[in-house]
């Protein structure tokens, strides 16, 4: 199915993931107005920052860190779950596409077991349990779905 149906079931999602995106951009943005705000002083053309070549920069990226990471893994599997829309707006639903964002979510758990402190160790867990979740409902509703229109199929 091309489409998720309004009327099928509400997937639960956990926002601790998104707290800490949240945070982390945050904490660049605060990183940014500090390296800004600091005097430079340039030695030629190695020494330019990228803000002195690009003079309107479209949006802060977040920083580089394990919490990003997690964060976009989960935001793609969302995106083929038919959760969040796409750029333009259009939900879909992919769910192979979906189930090989988690499967890379858990190969990078499996990767840094013992490597990461309790928060990161947390952070992973938790999206894995959200997104599996929704990756049961929403397989669900599909089976469900398909299921119904074979029945109706059937009886015509």
Avoid: C, F
Wanted: proline share 8%; aromatic share 4%.
């Amino acid at each position: 199915m091309d489409a998720m149906s309004d009327t099928g079931p509400q997937i639960q999602i956990d926002d601790d993931w998104k707290a800490q995106a949240q945070r982390d951009k945050q904490a660049a943005a605060q990183k940014s107005k500090q390296t800004s705000a600091a005097p430079s002083s340039p030695s030629g053309p190695s020494a330019a920052s990228p803000s002195s070549t690009s003079p309107a920069r479209p949006r802060e990226l977040p920083p580089a860190s394990l919490a990003t990471l997690v964060n976009q893994l989960a935001s793609q599997a969302m995106l083929y779950l038919g959760v969040s829309p796409d750029p333009r707006g259009q939900h879909y639903v992919s769910p192979e596409m979906a189930r090989h964002q988690i499967d890379l979510l858990d190969v990078l758990k499996h990767k840094t077991e013992g490597k990461l402190d309790d928060e990161e160790a947390s952070l992973i867990a938790a999206t894995l349990y959200e997104l599996r979740e929704a990756y049961l409902s929403v397989s669900r509703m599909l089976r469900d779905q398909a299921l119904g229109r074979d029945m109706q199929t059937a009886g015509r």
